[in-house]
């Protein structure tokens, strides 16, 4: 996966005809990778941000489930922000790219599938090494 397949991915959403609330399917195709760790974000203050960091081998899909929150994506070359803001839409981040997460709304719930179980050693968390390792 190169940086380059940073994409929002659809997430299939089922509407109930009835009028019930919709249901979001995150199966075999939805996703590039094998999940192999999840793990959420909740009752991060606005004024706060999480991340900070890019990953040597671990790519993830990143989920509002609930409220809305803003992704920072740096690869080196160039940066984007990216809304997040509902929950049939997830962001893929492949690895060798600095996210920042910010501007949580209250309420706010990032769900994240990663690729990989949690090793600190996959982590670059100082920017100025992260952008060496991209030169």
């Known amino acids: 996966m190169s940086k380059s397949e940073i994409k929002i991915i659809?997430?299939?959403?089922?509407?109930?005809e009835q009028g019930r609330g919709n249901l979001a399917v995150i199966e075999k195709d939805t996703y590039p990778f094998?999940?192999?760790?999840?793990?959420?974000?909740?009752?991060?203050p606005s004024n706060a941000y999480?991340?900070?960091h890019a990953h040597k081998e671990v790519y993830e899909l990143l989920i509002a489930l609930?409220?809305?929150f803003e992704v920072l994506l740096d690869d080196?070359?160039?940066?984007?922000?990216?809304?997040?803001?509902k929950p049939n839409k997830g962001l893929l981040i492949p690895t060798?790219?600095?996210?920042?997460?910010?501007?949580?709304?209250?309420g706010a719930v990032c769900l994240v599938l990663a690729s990989e179980e949690f090793d600190?050693?996959?982590y670059i968390r100082d920017y100025n090494d992260f952008i060496d390792s991209v030169s």
């Open 10 to 16: 659809d997430i299939p959403k089922i509407v109930d």
């Open 34 to 44: 094998q999940i192999k760790r999840v793990y959420y974000l909740y009752d991060v």
């Open 50 to 52: 999480r991340g900070g």
């Open 66 to 68: 609930s409220g809305s």
């Open 76 to 85: 080196g070359k160039a940066k984007q922000k990216v809304m997040l803001n």
């Open 96 to 106: 060798g790219v600095w996210r920042e997460l910010d501007n949580f709304s209250s």
């Open 120 to 122: 600190e050693s996959d």
